[in-house]
């Protein structure tokens, strides 16, 4: 068998085996392996062997048969555990032998970066850390394996409940780099209320010129209605859907192109709650005035209280009037909307989805997301093997088992 290459400090490069030798006999046994079907049969052979054995090896050498006497090693894994570190947005692992030498790193010192999560604190960090950089030193103490970066990163973040701002070492190929990573997870702000303003229980689409001129009413502009929102003013009014809507208090509404919505929006807000401004409606061709009371508009998506899940990888938030509306839930419906699930993480092993709104962990009732993040902020402390929680996705209420890997986590 050619020998095409030998690992520096190997037990066949200490033993004297050069690039170029053809190994003839290995512990007495003849070696021949003329196929590359035939090499997996010999690492069988020397895999067999007991560790710490020394060997006779016969290798031919410019013609001439050269004996050596090798000593077997436990042979270490290529390609070491992995680890995520969330608090970096990073997956890492311990820099192996093999690696060590492919890189051509006089030590196995550092952690190797393997995966960085776009927009974590490794990715948005400048320059940015990317994978297959070897971290070498965090706030000026040097991390020579996983434990120790897992070690320091508890240290730097113990206590803290905004990210830490580290200068970081690491090798970049033959690059000798310096960063500042925001070290630990950024907890989602309360993004506080809007001001309240005055709302029109309604949905409305602008109506184009193409849709005038198919309505028989050319030159017409405003909005048509495209839901009326159930149990408010604007049903109580008679508002329908298909109404359309073209003047406000006898002003006419200049709204004739797509995006225009605002232009009837922005109107209605110089009102205030409780106000009953006159619409100028078109139904069937036929005019018609309605006085609609303006209610206060429900907050905004963005506006609700947020939770991020560390453990099993997904966001949630509380449920919005809009939620709602567009699942048919009742007004008063409790639970919260998940909007995120990362993908291969726990909650979405276990089948958690965008859009599932969380009713019960554990048997336990949620309200809101506020009951969901002390409770799941509870269950990081115990670390059950598994937690079941009921969603409620469309018409159907389905149960969840979701397993976490404690002994995986950071």
Known sequence: MLISSVIEDSPAAQAGCRSGDILVRLDGRDISVRFDEEIPLLNQMVSALPIGKEVDAVVLREGKEISLKMRTAERERAELRQRELKQWGMTTRNISFLAAKEMKRTSRDG???????SGGPCGESKPPIQPRDIITSVGGKPVNSVEELTARTGELTEGRDTPVPTIVLFDRKTDHLLT?????????????????KAWLPAAVQVITREMAEQLGTNGLTGVRVTQVYPNSTAEAAGLKVGDLIVSLDGERIPASQPGDEEVFTSRIRQYRVGDKPALGILRDKQPLALAVELQRAPKLEREMRKFQDTSYEFTARDLSFFDRVRQELPEDSP???????????????????????IQAVNGEPMTDV???????????????????VRVQRGVHVRYLELEANWNGNP
């Open 335 to 357: 639970g919260a909307l998940v909007t995120e699930v990362k993908e291969g993480g726990w909650a979405a092993l276990g089948g958690l989805i965008v859009d599932d709104v």
């Open 111 to 117: 952690v190797l970066v393997m995966s960085v999560r």
């Open 370 to 388: 506020l009951t969901v993040e002390k409770k799941m902020k509870a269950i990081a402390q115990q670390k059950p093997k598994f937690v079941v």
């Open 180 to 196: 500042v990573v925001k070290v630990g997870i950024k907890e989602l702000e309360d993004p506080g209320l809007e001001a309240r």
